[in-house]
Nanobody
Framework: QVQVVESGGGLVQSGGSLRLSCVVS????????MGWYRQAPGKQRELVAS???????NYADSVKGRFTISRDSAKNAGYLQMSSLEPEETAVYYC?????????????WGQGTQVTVSS
């Protein structure tokens, strides 16, 4: 089995920073890519940032210059450094990992971590 576990969420004041972590465990051959998504109450889940196995990154326009995605392949981990957070970014943040196992590609989601930004 493969597990994706996020951590690092919490309550932060407007303008503050948080660092989210995502660890992938289980029987996998490699991680092709990782992404961070968020879902606010009553809204659809949206992509925040993603990173490929080669380190290519992609960001939502709303977070460019404030968020940084990174990964540690040796630890099967990914990170999202968030700064200058705004109240409207309050949401559950989810990690998605695209992994290779048994010769196929699989997508796994974590359970999410709550980020609350107070004004």
């Amino acid at each position: 089995q493969v597990q994706v576990v996020e951590s690092g969420g919490g309550l932060v004041q407007s303008g503050g920073s948080l660092r989210l972590s995502c660890v992938v465990s289980g029987s996998i051959e490699s991680i092709d890519g990782m992404g961070w998504y968020r879902q606010a109450p009553g809204k659809q889940r949206e992509l925040v940032a993603s990173i490929t196995s080669g380190g290519k990154t992609n960001y939502a326009d709303s977070v460019k210059g404030r968020f940084t995605i990174s990964r540690d392949s040796a630890k099967n981990a990914g990170y999202l450094q968030m700064s200058s957070l705004e109240p409207e970014e309050t949401a559950v943040y989810y990690c998605n990992a695209v992994v290779r196992r048994s010769g196929a590609t699989w997508s796994y989601w974590g359970q999410g971590t709550q980020v609350t930004v107070s004004s």
